[in-house]
């Protein structure tokens, strides 16, 4: 199952494939945004992952202001907050340039298809479909026809529609795909995160690799899911929430990116396999187990009692479970306290 994207292979087999998603918080400054790029890196990221669209490719001036009281946006025009999240296309090369020399990946979401034959362009080694276009047909054909991975999120979908993209990305070429299972609310909670869906979904899609692409705060959710199977993470990246930002809520800074790198390899490299028995780096422990030793000087033809043998530590003595059958047995010999009691002693 596991296939390479660029240089990392991505499957079960292989470490948590993270990947940093820049959105909007380069607040509209390039250089704020290659400094996202160099604090990632230095974290340990595997890949930059930019949102290519514009505010006119996405809505209309005046289409629909966001009423959610809840939400981040709240009371925000869409189009608005389109041209301010976005991430100008010229800035896209010196982006995935800067990711380059880092030896990190780096690639996009397109919006549209005029967003894919802008990303052919820069050669991108993969495509990432967010949750709102996995709808769109058009696109999911366009960006399987160029034949790279894709990896598509699945948040606010239906199961049927989930089934759907995937057959129309096969049916147009797409040989490696990736599904994260994702929860379009900003910010996720815990309790809206259901991560036990990741099993199903590779029960239900064994052709693909499955991950998270993460909404909540802090890297919790994200080592829970390699633990249940996640190949690929995705969070949202900043350098300081406090610094604000269309997404810096519910966005990483760069420790926690360290934290998130090291924590998601130590539950995958902690997952293992099936085991039982004393493992060969177990041996030496097992010097440590309770035996029975003699407890106070012994006569030979004496009986053990309560009182002259017990269960200490180390193992060098005979085993717990004969400590009761012991009891009233007389000793062969003479024995010291602190001796470990063997069965040619009785």
């Known amino acids: ?189 815990p309790q809206n995160t259901n991560l036990r869906t990741i099993p199903h979904f590779a029960q239900l899609f064994p052709e693909s690799p499955v991950g998270l692409s993460d909404h909540t705060m802090g890297v919790g959710a994200a080592v829970a899911a390699v633990a249940l199977g996640a190949c690929v993470i995705e969070k949202h990246v900043t350098l300081r929430r406090a610094d604000g930002g269309v997404d810096s809520a519910f966005s990483l800074e760069p420790e926690e990116v360290a934290a998130l790198v090291t924590e998601t390899e130590r539950a995958w490299q902690a997952l293992g396999q099936i085991q039982y028995g004393v493992q060969r780096a177990e041996e030496k422990s097992r010097l440590y187990k309770r035996s029975i030793y003699v407890a106070q000087d012994i006569r030979a033809g004496e009986p053990f009692t309560l009182e002259n043998i017990r269960v200490v530590r180390p193992g060098l003595g005979l085993p717990p ?13 003479d024995l010291r306290a602190g001796t470990p009691l063997t069965w040619e002693m009785l």
């Open 321 to 333: 479970r004969y400590y009761e059958p012991l009891l009233g047995k007389p000793a062969r010999q």
């Open 1 to 189: 199952m596991s296939f390479p994207i660029g240089s990392r292979l991505i499957g079960p087999d292989q470490p948590p494939f993270i990947i940093a998603e820049l959105s909007g918080n380069h607040n509209q400054d390039l250089e704020r945004g290659l400094a996202i790029v160099d604090a990632v890196a230095a974290a340990g990221a595997h890949a930059i992952k930019l949102q290519t669209y514009t505010a006119d490719t996405m809505t209309l001036p005046g289409a629909y202001r966001i009423d959610d009281p809840n939400s981040l946006w709240y009371g925000r025009e869409l189009h608005e907050l389109y041209q301010e999240a976005y991430t100008p296309w010229d800035w896209h090369q010196p982006l995935f340039e800067r990711a380059k020399s880092h030896g990190m990946l780096a690639f996009s979401s397109p919006f549209d298809e005029s967003a894919v034959d802008f990303l052919e362009t820069l050669d991108v080694p993969a495509y990432k479909i967010a949750s709102f276009e996995n709808t769109d047909w058009p696109l999911l054909r366009r960006v399987a026809a160029t034949g790279k991975p894709v990896i598509m999120s699945t948040g606010a979908s239906t199961l049927a529609e989930v089934a759907e993209a995937v057959a129309v990305l096969r049916e147009a070429g797409c040989k490696d795909l990736v599904l994260l299972k994702c929860t379009s609310t900003y910010p996720a909670t």
